[in-house]
């Protein structure tokens, strides 16, 4: 099982990304997946999260009316969209399956600075 995170970059504030993570060797369907990040010196924390059938969704407080998850079980793929990016979103982003162990992604880094 395999996920591949992209669509990191710079970014000025205020401004927008969108991360795309597409899994290979299993199939998304299944599972709840979930976005999480990480910045330097700090621990890696949850971000956004969608049911299998994409549902329901959880977000952070800190992000909540600025990003949405979704997903396209079809196409094995899970995205976050970023809207309005302040620079405390700058971290390094993670995409998870929820199962057995967990799989998580390679991360793609996010930087919100002028």
């Known amino acids: 099982a395999q996920l591949v995170e992209s669509g990191g970059g710079l970014v000025q504030p205020g401004g927008s990304l969108t991360l795309s993570c597409v899994a290979s060797r299993f199939r998304i369907s299944n599972y709840y997946m979930s976005w999480y990040r990480q910045a330097p010196g700090k621990e890696r924390e949850t971000v956004a999260g969608i049911t299998s059938g994409g549902g329901s969704t959880y977000y952070r407080d800190s992000v909540k009316g600025r990003f949405t998850i979704s997903r396209d079980n079809g196409k094995n793929t899970v995205s976050l969209q970023m809207i309005n990016l302040k620079p405390e979103d700058t971290a390094t982003y993670y995409c998870?399956?929820?199962?057995?162990?967990?799989?998580w992604g390679q991360g793609t880094q996010v930087t919100v600075s002028s």
């Open positions: 998870k399956a929820s199962m057995s162990g967990g799989v």
